[in-house]
């Protein structure tokens, strides 16, 4: 497709996709209950005269095929080869694009003609513009259709930020009939202009487990604490204790976190606590440095409390595991990025982030790359995401189209 005529066809998408990106603004909602954001993703999608399936109550799949195979979905064998070139980049068939959807529980303190109607709920992560921009790519495609030359699937997928919605869209069978053999997402990043996007190489995103600590004292009255055992001194020597975990069980070279988020304990002013619960996180990329932090806080928290007459246990609840976008798939996103928006917008980003994102799921199961979409005003400060803050620069939502459409009409 000529460069110039695929600009012009998403700059006419952009307008309509950026209204919607208003209308879900409005109406943020929590993971595995995006009922009402799922009904307009649906409704415009259908509008289009697209086929859209809900594999789960609120998560939707269009899938969308190129022009030559039109009965593809069902599984008919069709007469096409395996690969395309590009340049030295061999580019398989079928192509998944996906987009979050679910909101957070932030109160939004920007005032817009289209703040959040939902109160202390927000789109505090840019799930809309995701959105957005894949609603604005499904319209490219379906108006340009007879010029693909890729199977395409849209992958509408809920709960990313709480319940990892990814892994229950692919057992679902998001990434199957057709088979996909390249998947790619987006994020926002305020903190690079809207009309660049940053790319990464290799690791992007931490893996994360969760855990939640119980030390068991002794309570008794403040004024006689040789009668008790103090849970709540024992737990603050166990928060210290475990910031020795990293700098001395980790190599400096190889990132990895350790936080404590939340402490509980203690009833009242004059009593000594029996019992408490600390709660936090240990971020990683290798999957042998996050066993060791696990097996090191499992000896802190039970030696710290035997050494103070306590009892101390915890216990680890898997997270997300680690984002790490593959070479071949991020050298094609980067090569088209780069025809289509200029070298001088593609970033290449650096170092990775020790947040988390579920695409993660994604790229365990196919090749694949997720990258950033800058976001933000280059005269202005930019507040981050999971910020009440965050103000979008809605002329990214054209550079994502762009970004994803010449993806797959390549």
């Known amino acids: 497709m000529d460069p110039e005529y695929l600009k012009q066809q998403v700059k006419d998408a952009a307008v309509r996709a950026t209204m919607l990106r208003r209308e879900l603004h409005q109406w943020p909602e929590p993971g595995n209950e995006e009922f009402r954001t799922a009904g307009i993703i649906e409704r415009e999608l259908k509008d289009l005269g697209l086929r859209v399936e809900r594999p789960l109550p609120t998560g939707l799949i269009c899938t969308i095929p190129c022009g030559s195979r039109t ?61 957005a921009v894949l609603l604005g790519v499904a319209r490219v495609i379906e108006k340009n259709r007879h010029m693909l030359k890729k199977d395409v699937k849209l992958i509408f997928q809920p709960a990313e930020e709480t319940t990892g919605g990814a892994e229950r869209m692919i057992a679902a069978g998001c990434l199957e009939n057709p088979d996909i053999s390249s998947v790619f997402g987006l994020h926002i990043k305020p903190e690079l202009p809207a009309g660049k996007i940053g790319i990464k190489y290799g690791r992007v995103h931490a893996a994360s487990d969760m855990f939640s600590i119980r030390i068991k004292g002794r309570g008794s009255h403040g004024a006689f604490p040789e009668k008790g055992v103090d849970a709540l001194l024992t737990g603050c020597q166990v928060v210290n204790c475990l910031q020795t975990a990293v700098s001395r069980s980790v190599p400096a070279f190889e990132p990895a976190v350790l936080t404590v988020g939340t402490f509980r304990s203690g009833c009242a002013a004059n009593v000594i606590a029996e019992e408490a619960i600390l709660e936090g996180t240990i971020r990683s990329f290798d999957p042998e440095i996050g066993c060791a932090l696990r097996r090191r806080t499992e000896d802190i928290v039970r030696f710290t409390a035997l050494a103070a007459g306590a009892e101390g246990d915890v216990t680890f609840t898997k997270g997300y595991p680690a984002l790490i976008n593959d070479e071949q798939a991020t050298d094609y996103l980067a090569q088209v990025a780069r025809d289509i928006i200029g070298k001088e917008n593609v970033i290449r980003l650096t170092e990775p982030t020790m947040s988390v994102d579920d695409f993660s799921y994604f790229l365990q199961k196919t090749k694949g790359s997720f990258f950033f979409l800058g976001s933000g005003f280059p005269d202005r400060e930019n507040p981050p995401v999971h910020s009440g803050n965050l103000y979008v620069n809605e002329k990214c939502i054209e550079t994502g189209i762009l970004i994803l459409s010449a993806l797959c009409f390549k």
Do not use: T, W
């Not at 069902?74 to 690969?83: E, F, L, S, Y």
């Not at 580019?91 to 694009?97: F, M, Y």
């Open 71 to 131: 009965d593809s979905i069902k599984g008919v064998p069709q007469n096409v080869d395996d690969h395309e070139r590009h340049g030295d980049i061999a580019v398989e068939k079928g192509i998944a694009l996906r987009a979050d959807m679910d909101g957070l529980p932030i109160e939004e303190k920007v005032s817009l003609s289209f703040s959040s109607s939902r109160k202390g709920y927000m789109h505090a992560c840019g799930h809309d513009v995701h959105i």
